[in-house]
């Protein structure tokens, strides 16, 4: 009996274990599907819509006419967007000068008409309403 108990456990422990798995995985494609429709608004110049679709934490860091500046200022002269393709994105519990949640960092190899090698990195986190939104944004 104590062998079937144990037995049992141990399938439960396994299955937790590669159900905790694919969560991190349904996570990072559910994320990297909202930075994907997100840059789609950034790429299209529709700036206050990007700001409107954020995070509550973005939103509440930067007012959107501040951001509709800064983006213009970054993304403007670089031009039309030509090619994005997944560079890395990487599941995590913090970021730095954030409060600890879900997190999914994500890096883009981004050429633009002006800029032929770019990378883009989006910060998507599970917000408050269960949707995941990007948290950040950055072009180096």
């Known amino acids: 009996m104590k062998r079937v108990a144990a037995a049992g456990m141990l399938i439960t422990i396994v299955l937790l274990g590669c159900i905790s ?27 206050a819509e990007s700001w409107q679709e954020s995070a509550g934490l973005f939103r509440n ?14 993304r403007g002269p670089l031009g ?31 050429s633009f008409q002006n800029k032929q090698s770019a990378v883009e990195t989006v910060t998507p986190i599970l917000d ?3 949707r995941w939104r990007v948290s950040g944004y950055y072009i180096r």
């Open 21 to 47: 798995c694919g969560t991190g995985n349904e996570m990072e494609k559910a994320a990297l599907a909202a930075a994907e429709r997100w840059l789609v608004l950034i790429d299209e110049g529709k700036y």
């Open 61 to 74: 860091a930067v007012r959107q006419d501040q951001w509709e500046q800064m983006v213009q200022s970054v």
């Open 80 to 110: 039309k967007m030509i090619s994005r393709k997944l560079k890395a994105k990487e599941y995590r519990t913090s970021v730095p000068g954030a409060p600890d949640g879900h997190y999914v960092v994500i890096q883009f190899e981004t």
């Open 128 to 130: 408050q309403d269960g």
